[in-house]
């Protein structure tokens, strides 16, 4: 079966819990995620400020090694189908109005989806000011941004397949948690 991001047959990657239970299909786009050289992340002062989806071409600095190896496992566990609550602190380096915003996307449930209409209701907003926020997320995955959509699709998407990863993500997670 072809993946609708890069029109080739998806690579399986093994998942290493300890009763090996099954492997776990992931798109290619998505799965630098899991790299054993993963290192592109942004730390300041205990916190995680920025997760890339691939390695920025600018070098980064050196990562708290306990922040990297913790942001590591949760990845890990997320694409094994354990979705379990981000265990650092996550810091989003932005206006008053994005902290808001990245304040609602950490209380996304997994396999859920809320539109930016109703996000922008809560913050008395409007969509589109919620939309060019959640766009400007730096913590992707890590803030659920994924799970917000539009009042007639998906909207958009800033990882690399853009929609059809938004789409394999939101996918992913309504599949574990049917499990």
Request: proline share 15%; aromatic share 10%.
């Given at each position: 079966m072809q993946h609708p991001v890069d029109k080739s047959d998806r690579p399986r990657l093994q998942g290493n819990d300890p009763d090996q239970r099954q492997?776990?299909?992931?798109?290619?786009?998505?799965?630098?995620?899991?790299?054993?050289?993963?290192?592109?992340?942004?730390?300041q002062k205990g916190s995680v400020?920025?997760?890339?989806?691939?390695?920025?071409?600018?070098?980064?600095?050196?990562?708290?090694p306990g922040l990297l190896q913790a942001v590591r496992a949760w990845l890990a566990d997320y694409f094994r189908g354990h979705f379990r609550?981000?265990?650092?602190?996550?810091?989003?380096?932005?206006?008053p109005f994005q902290q808001r915003v990245a304040a609602l996307l950490a209380t996304i449930p997994p396999g859920?989806?809320?539109?930016?209409?109703?996000?922008?209701?809560r913050l008395e907003s409007a969509p589109r000011?919620?939309?060019?926020?959640?766009?400007?997320?730096?913590?992707?995955?890590?803030?659920?941004?994924?799970?917000?959509?539009?009042?007639?699709?998906?909207?958009?998407?800033s990882a690399p397949g853009g929609i059809a990863s938004k789409q394999w993500l939101l996918d992913w997670e309504r599949q574990q948690g049917n499990k």
């Open positions: 492997w776990q299909e992931v798109p290619p786009a998505l799965q630098p995620l899991l790299s054993a050289d993963f290192r592109a992340i942004r730390c400020t920025a997760l890339y989806w691939q390695p920025p071409s600018d070098p980064l600095p050196e990562v708290d609550p981000v265990p650092v602190a996550l810091f989003w380096p932005g206006t859920k989806t809320v539109r930016y209409g109703e996000l922008a209701q000011a919620v939309g060019q926020a959640v766009a400007a997320n730096p913590l992707p995955l890590l803030l659920p941004c994924h799970r917000v959509v539009g009042a007639t699709g998906l909207g958009g998407f």
